[in-house]
T-cell receptor
Framework: GAGVSQSPSNKVTEKGKDVELRCDPI?????LYWYRQSLGQGLEFLIY????????KSGLPSDRFSAERTGGSVSTLTIQRTQQEDSAVYLC?????????????FGPGTRLTVL | GEDVEQSLFLSVREGDSSVINCTYT??????LYWYKQEPGAGLQLLTY?????DMKQDQRLTVLLNKKDKHLSLRIADTQTGDSAIYFC????????????FGRGTSLIVHP
């Protein structure tokens, strides 16, 4: 079956531009997570959606970052006025729900380069 | 908050055993996970253990949990070049949010 997909796979942008990153979770998965992976760093949690509940935005590093999840499925992470320090791989993951076991299925990521 | 620590690099010879270590700070009931990330790919769950267990074995993988020392290890028997990847330790605190905390990852290099 289809896994988690992300697009684009690579994005190069100029400093100050806005970017949108897309995540298509596994069908039927109610939980969706965005992470950022910088070189030499672990996964930095950004935002978490669970069903129709208000998202947990506690990991967003600044108000330039926002995310939406439409219809409980596709999610878009938007970074406004990109900065060079935003360069990283952005990973999306989904899970069936937020039950205790909670295996996460990851997409391949979007590599963002801000020039 | 929770913190998960791992060593950054491990180099082993093909056919030897690899042991990747992780320490965590959370003291309540928790699930602990090992994920594998191959180059250019997302993370893939390898195995997990609940905090009321001491050991879990799955083919070449053995997970050991020392709750007293809050130490988790992943042993890979008969390591192959295809095992070269980054291995992430992660935990979820069942008394908190269902947002896992990941370590920085251990790069495993397997050489002939």
């Amino acid at each position: 079956g289809a896994g988690v997909s992300q697009s684009p796979s690579n994005k190069v942008t100029e400093k100050g531009k806005d970017v949108e990153l897309r995540c298509d979770p596994i069908s039927g998965h109610t939980a969706l997570y965005w992470y950022r992976q910088s070189l030499g760093q672990g996964l930095e949690f950004l935002i978490y959606f669970q069903g129709n509940s208000a998202p947990d935005k506690s990991g967003l590093p600044s108000d330039r970052f926002s995310a939406e999840r439409t219809g409980g499925s596709v999610s878009t992470l938007t970074i406004q006025r990109t900065q060079q320090e935003d360069s990283a791989v952005y990973l999306c993951a989904s899970s069936r729900d937020s039950s205790s076991y909670n295996e996460q299925f990851f997409g391949p990521g979007t590599r963002l380069t801000v020039l | 908050g929770e913190d998960v620590e791992q060593s950054l690099f491990l180099s082993v010879r093909e056919g030897d055993s690899s042991v990747i270590n992780c320490t965590y700070t959370d003291s309540s009931s928790t699930y602990l996970y090992w994920y594998k990330q191959e180059p250019g790919a997302g993370l893939q769950l390898l195995t997990y253990i609940f905090s009321n267990m001491d050991m879990k074995q799955d083919q070449r993988l053995t997970v050991l949990l020392n709750k007293k020392d809050k130490h988790l290890s992943l042993r890979i028997a008969d390591t192959q070049t295809g095992d070269s990847a980054i291995y992430f330790c992660a935990e979820i605190d069942l008394g908190g949010s269902y947002i896992p905390t990941f370590g920085r990852g251990t790069s495993l290099i397997v050489h002939p």
